[in-house]
């Protein structure tokens, strides 16, 4: 194997293993210790790839986890997928969720805010235009309510599954997940959706978020996401 | 002034200090130094009020908020208030939110979780069991929509609030807290009040997060935060 290959694959194990750290622990109780134990490494051979240590580890969680939030989300916020593509794209970021720790630990990550609070920042409001843009197009298509601007549509789905995914994590451990996401799209259907979509896309989203919820990925990841030539160039 | 008042006060002023400092910098990077100087004292005398430092002081700060926020609640979260309760509950939050950084910092410090874990989990469910038994009384004055269950309302208002001010305080830092609360209750109402009564808490909601919001106040209390014969018993 290349050198150079190595080292994208050993630098994107070491992101795996400090995600498993940042989300069992949180930002400010992890050490570089933890994480090298984690990698059955050495901090030493870890500077070698994060010289800036625990703070540039945290940030390549968060753009680790944004790339892969953002490559399943591509293609369903556009600006044609309609108030159901914002559904599926919830199911997307919920599916990740569970399966994929690297996701729960950037999203942890950008919520203890501190010293990454400008990136947070960001990263919400890029969230908030990207809804935005699928919520116009549903307006165009006639699926929005009267009265709710595509903007507050956008607000209010971003605000309120950032409270649901807390809350279930806290509260259950993540067991009712399916449960509370289609409890959302009932609310959110039941006050934006015009009333000729509204029957049809609440049919959508039971269907979506049948259960059963695939089980919680504590440990290990999908085989597609430790393969380092899905890499971004 | 008899001793034991003056070290009650003094252990209240402490808090606050504790508070404006974990609010700044979160939990990880909050150290007691740094509490002492923003209290005008030195560490030695903060370890006599909290013999178990950073950790006794962010409990503390997390029981004063939980005590505020209760007091603010007690007499809306009530099994006869109806769903205009919830509403005027959420106002009370969202003006604690604004004007005493014991209830900004508490939050935070809850969402961090870690050590705190298990008080965050009872927290919660505390809440979710207030909102419940309050629409619960909604629903025997028929003031829920079909198919909305208390349950469900109530995960749903919880959820939905935690998001907003989340959001609010990383996108907006608080500025248009107001906005985004009426937004959550046209969504809520929208969606979860029955035809009959919609209209009538529309109207609620609005006059009750009319602008102009109040100011953020970032770094003192009101007055009556301050007494210490507030304390409870």
Known sequence: MPKQRRAIERRSALIESAALVFERDGFAESSLTDIARQADSTTGAIYFYFPAGKHSFALAVIEEQKRRTLE???????????????????????????????IRAGIRLTLEQNSLAT??????????????????????????????????????????????????????DWSGL??????????????GASEEHRATLLETASKLFQPPQPPLNRRSLPARMKDPSAQPA
């Open 178 to 191: 399916y449960d509370d996401a289609l409890n959302m799209w009932r609310v959110l259907i039941g006050a």
């Open 72 to 102: 399943a989300l591509h293609s369903e916020l556009t600006s044609d997928a309609g108030f159901a593509g914002v559904v599926r794209a919830s199911l997307g970021v919920v599916d990740l969720l569970l399966a994929d720790p690297v």
């Open 119 to 172: 990136d947070t920042a960001r990263f919400y409001r890029e969230w908030i235009e990207a809804l935005e843009l699928t919520y116009e197009g549903a307006g165009r298509k006639g699926e929005l309510a009267e009265g709710f601007t595509p903007r507050a549509m956008s607000r209010a789905t971003l605000s309120y599954f950032t409270g649901m995914h807390l809350l279930s994590e806290i509260v259950d």
